[in-house]
C-alpha cells in the first residue's frame, strides 16, 4: 500500500497525486518566480529533450524541476531523497505531472512525438482565441 513521502505539509498546495515506486507524492504546481528562472535558464527545453537523448544535462534539468514543484508541499526534500525513489521506469510519470500541474502541453515521450513542434508554453490570451502556441526560445 502506497504511502505519502514523509514531511508532507499538514495543509499541502492541490496538484497531481502520484505514486512512485511505494511512495505517493502531491505534485503542486511552480512558483511564479521558479517557472520564470526555469524558463529562463533553459530547463524546461532540456527536460523536454530527454525524449530524444537522456544526458547529464536532461537528467539535471529533470530533477531541477521536479524538486522545485515538490519543495512547495515537501520542504525538507532533497535531490538525494528523490534520487532514492526516481528511477528510469517513473521518471517520464514524474516531469508528466509537473508539466500537467503547470497547464503545460504533455512532454514528449517518443523522438516522433518531440520533432512534431509542440509547444511546451500555456497561451497567452491572444494565443487561445486563434489556437495558435508560440513558443519562445
Known sequence: MPKHFPGL???????????LGTTTFVVPPLLARDMRKALLDGVFDRAMSA???????????IFTLCLASLKRNYP?????????????GNMNELVNAVFKVNRLTSRPTTPAEAG?????????SADESSGHVTRLN
Open 9 to 19: 505539509k499538514e495543509e499541502p498546495i492541490p496538484g497531481e497525486e502520484l505514486t
Open 51 to 61: 525524449a530524444q537523448r537522456v544526458t547529464p544535462e536532461t537528467i539535471d534539468a
Open 76 to 88: 525538507a526534500i532533497t535531490q538525494d531523497d528523490l534520487e532514492e525513489v526516481l528511477d528510469a
Open 116 to 124: 512534431n513542434g509542440k509547444a511546451i508554453l500555456p497561451p497567452t
